[in-house]
């Protein structure tokens, strides 16, 4: 069964770093791209970027390039989105998702809520 | 990279069917067969419902399908059940921007 599991809620102040996870099982995890997708509250899906475990490509849409970093560990099937200094505007929700020309499998979801 | 238009909400009572659109541009809806449909309730994970335009994952209601028209896409969704009250966002394959990839901006259904 394929599964992807993110780790848990998190909250932070502002100007504080972070990396939530998503461990990808019950499937050749090195073989799809995976994923971010940010949801504000109350508004819509937004694709932040993807990865390709097998050889790190990462694409960024130009709204996120800059603003946080996604990589994945092949060998523990487990990637990763990554700030380096939070802001408010940063609190939402985060989805990591299984692609290929569709999103087949999702996360939970990480809540991430920073607030001073 | 700009979002594919839906409307803002559709409403449909039990039993009718409804269609929720997705339009887009010949660099994305209508240049490629890669798009998907996803549904999403409250407080929950989105989930594929329609990929490649109009295949259906194992496990999707029949009452759900998907189709294209020129540089628009749709969802139409027969036989309305409650449970069916949900938002509801295309994707899209796309040669515009870095990102090859893009959400429409979302259709909330609401089952009379």
């Known amino acids: 069964e394929v599964q992807l599991v993110q780790s848990g809620a998190e909250v932070k102040k502002p100007g504080e770093s972070l990396q939530i996870s998503c461990q990808g099982s019950?499937?050749?995890?090195?073989?799809?791209?995976i994923g971010w997708v940010r949801q504000m509250p109350g508004r819509g899906l937004e694709w932040m970027g993807f990865?390709?475990?097998?050889?790190?490509?990462?694409r960024y849409s130009p709204s996120f390039q800059g603003q946080v970093t996604i990589s994945a560990d092949k060998s523990i099937t487990t990637a990763y989105l990554q700030w380096g200094s939070l802001k408010a505007s940063d609190t939402a929700m985060y989805y990591c998702?299984?692609?290929?020309?569709?999103?087949?499998?999702w996360g939970q979801g990480t809540l991430v809520t920073v607030s001073s | 990279q700009s979002a594919l238009t839906q409307p803002a909400s559709v409403s449909g009572s039990p039993g009718q069917s409804i269609t929720i659109s997705c339009s887009g541009t010949?660099?994305?809806?209508?240049?490629?067969?890669?798009v998907s449909w996803y549904q999403q309730h409250p407080g929950k994970a989105p989930k594929l419902l329609i990929y490649?335009?109009?295949n259906r994952p194992s496990g999707v209601s029949y009452r759900f399908s998907g189709s294209k028209s020129g540089n628009t896409a749709s969802l139409t969704i027969s036989g309305l059940q409650a449970e069916d009250e949900a938002d509801y966002y295309c994707?899209?394959?796309?040669?515009?921007?870095?990102?090859?990839?893009?959400f429409g901006g979302g259709t909330k259904l609401t089952v009379l």
């Open positions: 998702a299984r692609h290929d020309d569709t999103a087949d499998y």
């Open positions: 019950g499937y050749s995890f090195s073989n799809y791209w």
């Open positions: 990865i390709y475990p097998g050889d790190s490509d990462t």
């Open positions: 010949s660099s994305d809806v209508g240049g490629y067969n890669y």
């Open positions: 490649e335009v109009n």
């Open positions: 994707s899209s394959f796309t040669t515009t921007g870095t990102l090859n990839w893009v």
